[in-house]
């Protein structure tokens, strides 16, 4: 079996905590994110066999019962999606940018994993709802044709589920601004 990260996203702190336990408690999934969001919601993102990620994201919501806003399995999850949604990403030279900004944190993470399948980009960071009102962005580098090639492939797969806000490519980024950043 292939890994894969599993999220869920309730509307209450309390009831988030109890569900994260209760998924800890139910497979071997290696908890990476567990923390309240902003507005007011929790979010827990699990990695590990599909298997056992499906069993905990369904023991979750079970427990999240209402107050369980989002749940999504990302099976055969690209390897980058991880240390991007950890902030240990490492990279070199960037000679150009692509954001996408997603109306939710688990989209964040769906578009992290389509861009980086979608062409030769380096996932540089997914950031899921913290100080950015609920919603999440992915930020990825390469040269600028698989840049833009990785940014429309989110276009097109979560344009059409509603859960793209903006997306931006900048070609030959000051560096200032990519410190500033990352």
Request: aromatic fraction near 4%; glycine fraction near 12%.
């Amino acid at each position: 079996m292939k890994g894969a990260i599993g999220l869920v996203e309730y509307k209450t702190v309390p009831k988030g905590v109890e569900a994260a336990d209760a998924m800890l408690k139910a497979s071997e999934v290696r908890l990476l994110f567990s923390s309240p969001i902003c507005p007011g919601k929790y979010v827990t993102i699990v990695a590990g066999e599909v298997d056992a990620v499906r069993t905990a994201v369904g023991k979750a919501v079970q427990v999240g019962g209402i107050f369980t806003v989002d749940s999504h399995v990302l099976p055969n999850v690209h390897p980058s999606v991880i240390p991007a949604l950890t902030a240990t990403g490492e990279y070199g030279d960037v000679e150009a940018l692509g954001l996408v900004e997603t109306i939710s944190a688990v989209a964040a993470v769906s578009a992290g994993d389509v861009a980086a399948k979608a062409a030769s980009v380096s996932l540089l960071e997914i950031r899921i709802a913290r100080g950015l009102g609920g919603k999440g962005f992915v930020v990825v580098t390469g040269d600028l044709g698989s840049v833009e090639a990785s940014i429309r492939a989110c276009e097109r797969k979560l344009g059409e589920e509603g859960g793209i806000v903006s997306t931006a490519v900048i070609a030959s980024p000051h560096r200032d601004l990519v410190s500033a950043m990352l």
